[in-house]
């Protein structure tokens, strides 16, 4: 059985810092099948001890290519089909796909392509990928970066962790892991976490997001941050606890009511043909949101439903909705007829939610925005609450108590308030108050984060310059350019007689607040990956390993954090999470 919540046992131990995971470190009687090298760490019988069996990534296990790269791999057609079969997730059979085969032939009657082996195609990609990966890791040398895990269920039932890092120059994926069996075993994630921190690098490491709230993650993570000296930051994403909080207000009994009315008005449109139609005619902008976050998304498509009503009286009220079928003999579209045209004790407090969680939701679009959400993070949140309090009056009371709760229980870091205060936008201007939180804040980060990268008592003595907005700080480019580039340029410009401030400043405001969400990625060749592991062989395994691997980057490398989610062109979808918004669930 797993131990549960159980201290840290003596025969757990911290591994040593090596820059990555080898096959040696795995014992091979439990490795299906048996190799070693050190590009493919392979996914292996599940062994409760050993987190790291539980591993596959693509840089654990080098095998020689399988065949030599072509030539005619260089031409630029080619590689960008054999770039398009990679992004795509594409596995090799769909080189001998007739329908593909025909596209070839035509290509090459045009242009002369010849389209090289899949093995070449895969080796060509994983060599630029990884130079991309070895420049990024450079700059997590420099300005240091955010280790994100995104804990994630797969169709199967199983938990997995995707690992990512991201830095100012962009998101690298580098594993997925299968957690099922040591997702409440405490030694077990903590061994977990340890491999991921000597991986990236703790020195290089700002803070590790996560969206695991569970005791045991939590636990894991103490044990981890007392090993490191508490060299680096835990924090939850900033994207997942909004959600969280919005889950709280939609679960309240006045906004359960509204919600229901609504989810009517959305099941009856969206279920039937002559209403969506007709929809297309009278509302411009689709009302269900595509958000990959379920509470984002219901309050998104509830603000847009609202906005939309009179649109939706005049659909109702529209000559072909009186002569169609529904108006004489439908009781269900005279109920939601009723709500539409009458209803306005709905619609008021349908508005007054919306009053409340607006302001909420546009903390994420502002991080979404901004190039430096780090800095922005803190002063969203005040600038949410002083929203609801007018848009609501008197009654904002019991919204503060529970936004104050989520932010002191989940969101807040030392991080949000240092950021707050080294943003310059913010400190120079007059909305700036000083408090004990964010004091606190700056002087933990200096602390912590100055063990290798700059002398935390110089940069506490020129937060002082900084603070008085004295030499450099008081210039007239200083004062002209704070609201006009962002805030890690303004430092490197400006902060250069105060350098262990300005790294201090810049490592911080290079780093996110969100995790891997916002990019909405299909996890399905990941989840593949680890479900099929004991069907392949060790070269068809290794395959799998670098796909992954080269496929989740390059989907990154052309990814846009959007809030909103994807848009249906580019996904196919209608909505990511809204399913019971279309139809009633069986």
Same mark, same amino acid.
């Given at each position: 059985?797993?131990?549960?919540?159980?201290?840290?046992?003596?025969?757990?131990?911290?591994?040593?810092?090596?820059?990555?995971?080898?096959?040696?470190?795995?014992?091979?009687?439990?490795?299906?099948?048996?190799?070693?090298?050190?590009?493919?760490?392979?996914?292996?019988?599940?062994?409760?001890?050993?987190?790291?069996?539980?591993?596959?990534?693509?840089?654990?296990?080098?095998?020689?290519?399988?065949?030599?790269?072509?030539?005619?791999?260089?031409?630029?057609?080619?590689?960008?089909?054999?770039?398009?079969?990679?992004?795509?997730?594409?596995?090799?059979?769909?080189?001998?796909?007739?329908?593909?085969?025909?596209?070839?032939?035509?290509?090459?009657?045009?242009?002369?392509?010849?389209?090289?082996?899949?093995?070449?195609?895969?080796?060509?990609?994983?060599?630029?990928?990884?130079?991309?990966?070895?420049?990024?890791?450079?700059?997590?040398?420099?300005?240091?970066?955010?280790? /994100? !895990?995104? &804990?994630?269920?797969? *169709?199967?039932?199983?938990? #997995? @962790?995707?690992?990512?890092?991201?830095? $100012?120059?962009?998101?690298?994926?580098?594993?997925?892991?299968?957690?099922?069996?040591?997702?409440?075993?405490?030694?077990?994630?903590?061994?977990?976490?340890?491999?991921?921190?000597?991986?990236?690098?703790?020195?290089?490491?700002?803070?590790?997001?996560?969206?695991?709230?569970?005791?045991?993650?939590?636990?894991?993570?103490?044990?981890?941050?007392?090993?490191?000296?508490?060299?680096?930051?835990?924090?939850?994403?900033?994207?997942?606890?909004?959600?969280?909080?919005?889950?709280?207000?939609?679960?309240?009994?006045?906004?359960?009511?509204?919600?229901?009315?609504?989810?009517?008005?959305?099941?009856?449109?969206?279920?039937?043909?002559?209403?969506?139609?007709?929809?297309?005619?009278?509302?411009?902008?689709? /009302? !269900?949101? &595509?958000?990959?976050? *379920?509470?984002?998304?219901? #309050? @998104?498509?509830?603000?847009?439903?609202? $906005?939309?009503?009179?649109?939706?009286?005049?659909?109702?009220?529209?000559?072909?909705?009186?002569?169609?079928?529904?108006?004489?003999?439908?009781?269900?579209?005279?109920?939601?007829?009723?709500?539409?045209?009458?209803?306005?004790?709905?619609?008021?407090?349908?508005?007054?939610?919306?009053?409340?969680?607006?302001?909420?939701?546009?903390?994420?679009?502002?991080?979404?925005?901004?190039?430096?959400?780090?800095?922005?993070?803190?002063?969203?949140?005040?600038?949410?609450?002083?929203?609801?309090?007018?848009?609501?009056?008197?009654?904002?009371?019991?919204?503060?108590?529970?936004?104050?709760?989520?932010?002191?229980?989940?969101?807040?870091?030392?991080?949000?308030?240092?950021?707050?205060?080294?943003?310059?936008? /913010?400190?120079? &201007?007059?909305?700036?108050?000083?408090?004990?939180?964010?004091?606190?804040?700056?002087?933990?980060?200096?602390?912590?984060?100055?063990?290798?990268?700059?002398?935390?008592?110089?940069?506490?003595?020129?937060?002082?310059?900084?603070?008085?907005?004295?030499?450099?700080?008081?210039?007239?480019?200083?004062?002209?350019?704070?609201?006009?580039?962002?805030?890690?340029?303004?430092?490197?410009?400006?902060?250069?007689?105060?350098?262990?401030?300005?790294?201090?400043?810049?490592?911080?405001?290079?780093?996110?607040?969100?995790?891997?969400?916002?990019?909405?990625?299909?996890?399905?060749?990941?989840?593949?990956?680890?479900?099929?592991?004991?069907?392949?062989?060790?070269?068809?395994?290794?395959?799998?390993?670098?796909?992954?691997?080269?496929?989740?980057?390059?989907?990154?490398?052309?990814?846009?954090?959007?809030?909103?989610?994807?848009?249906?062109?580019?996904?196919?979808?209608?909505?990511?999470?809204?399913?019971?918004?279309?139809?009633?669930?069986?």
């Amino acid at each position: 059985m797993l131990r549960k919540m159980n201290k840290l046992k003596h025969d757990v131990v911290p591994p040593t810092r090596s820059p990555a995971i080898t096959s040696t470190e795995v014992q091979q009687s439990h490795l299906q099948p048996n190799m070693s090298s050190k590009h493919c760490f392979l996914q292996c019988t599940p062994d409760l001890m050993d987190p790291v069996k539980m591993e596959t990534t693509k840089g654990s296990c080098e095998l020689k290519p399988l065949v030599k790269t072509e030539d005619h791999l260089d031409l630029p057609a080619a590689k960008s089909i054999g770039r398009f079969i990679l992004e795509a997730g594409f596995e090799p059979g769909i080189l001998h796909s007739s329908s593909f085969k025909k596209m070839i032939g035509v290509l090459v009657n045009v242009s002369g392509v010849a389209m090289p082996t899949y093995e070449s195609i895969l080796q060509e990609q994983l060599r630029e990928t990884e130079n991309r990966e070895r420049k990024l890791r450079q700059e997590w040398r420099g300005s240091g970066c955010s280790v /994100i !895990l995104d &804990s994630w269920k797969g *169709k199967c039932g199983k938990s #997995f @962790i995707s690992v990512l890092v991201y830095c $100012s120059k962009g998101m690298m994926f580098l594993r997925s892991m299968d957690v099922s069996a040591i997702i409440e075993d405490v030694d077990l994630l903590t061994a977990m976490l340890f491999r991921v921190v000597d991986d990236v690098g703790a020195h290089n490491i700002v803070q590790i997001v996560t969206n695991d709230v569970s005791p045991y993650m939590q636990t894991a993570r103490h044990y981890v941050l007392k090993y490191y000296d508490h060299a680096f930051f835990f924090a939850l994403c900033a994207d997942h606890c909004i959600n969280f909080l919005l889950k709280k207000i939609a679960t309240s009994n006045n906004v359960c009511e509204v919600l229901r009315k609504a989810k009517a008005i959305t099941r009856f449109i969206y279920s039937r043909a002559l209403p969506m139609e007709l929809k297309g005619r009278y509302i411009q902008e689709e /009302i !269900l949101s &595509s958000s990959c976050l *379920k509470f984002v998304a219901v #309050f @998104i498509t509830l603000e847009r439903l609202v $906005s939309a009503r009179v649109n939706l009286v005049n659909m109702f009220n529209s000559p072909a909705w009186d002569s169609s079928v529904w108006a004489a003999s439908s009781d269900l579209f005279r109920h939601i007829s009723g709500i539409v045209k009458t209803d306005d004790a709905f619609w008021r407090a349908a508005a007054d939610v919306v009053k409340v969680t607006n302001p909420l939701l546009s903390v994420l679009y502002k991080l979404e925005s901004d190039i430096c959400p780090m800095g922005i993070l803190y002063d969203a949140m005040d600038g949410a609450k002083e929203n609801i309090k007018r848009n609501l009056g008197d009654k904002h009371g019991e919204y503060w108590a529970l936004v104050d709760r989520i932010w002191d229980v989940y969101l807040h870091s030392p991080l949000h308030a240092a950021g707050h205060m080294l943003n310059p936008r /913010i400190f120079y &201007s007059d909305r700036f108050g000083h408090d004990t939180e964010i004091s606190s804040g700056i002087t933990t980060c200096i602390i912590q984060l100055g063990q290798v990268h700059y002398n935390p008592r110089k940069a506490a003595a020129q937060l002082e310059v900084y603070q008085q907005r004295l030499g450099s700080f008081d210039s007239d480019p200083a004062n002209q350019q704070v609201m006009g580039i962002p805030q890690v340029q303004w430092w490197s410009t400006h902060g250069a007689r105060t350098p262990d401030l300005q790294t201090v400043a810049k490592r911080i405001l290079s780093q996110t607040c969100f995790g891997a969400t916002r990019y909405n990625i299909d996890w399905s060749i990941s989840e593949k990956l680890h479900v099929g592991w004991s069907k392949r062989t060790a070269a068809e395994h290794q395959r799998f390993c670098q796909m992954e691997y080269v496929h989740y980057n390059l989907v990154l490398a052309r990814a846009t954090p959007r809030i909103h989610g994807p848009s249906v062109v580019q996904h196919g979808r209608l909505t990511m999470v809204l399913d019971d918004w279309i139809a009633a669930p069986k």
